[in-house]
């Protein structure tokens, strides 16, 4: 069972910057990928971004292309995903989850989930 914690959420201008982490417990995240999540009041949750740990690979959503940066820290065994140019459509309680294997931008295809963090982005 892999146990995740996220941190770094906050409250924050528009154009503004913050880096989220979701450190990794209990298994090595070897096979597996990881990704980021975010849910708006009223909205479905979506994708934002995904790396696999062994090979980096990554992906991101078209809507967070070039802003969003998602990346990994092997011997912490950390995923963090640096947020920058925040926009007020940014807001939203932010997930990491991890599955093993590749890469899958559907939410439901992933296994073990964190407990979220707010990010609040004011215009």
């Known amino acids: 069972q892999v146990q995740l914690v996220e941190s770094g959420g906050g409250l924050v201008q528009a154009g503004g910057s913050l880096r989220l982490s979701c450190a990794a417990s209990g298994r090595s995240l070897s096979n597996y990928a990881v990704g980021w999540f975010r849910q708006a009041p009223g909205k479905e949750r979506e994708t934002v971004a995904a790396i696999r740990w062994s090979a980096g690979s990554t992906y991101y959503a078209d809507s967070v292309k070039g802003r969003f940066t998602i990346s990994k820290d092997n011997f912490r065994n950390t995923v963090y995903l640096q947020m920058n140019s925040l926009k007020p459509e940014d807001t939203a309680v932010y997930y990491c989850?991890?599955?093993?294997?590749?890469?899958?931008?559907?939410?439901?295809?992933?296994?073990?989930w964190g407990q979220g963090t707010q990010v609040t982005v004011s215009s």
């Open positions: 989850a991890t599955r093993r294997g590749s890469i899958v931008v559907v939410a439901a295809e992933y296994d073990y």
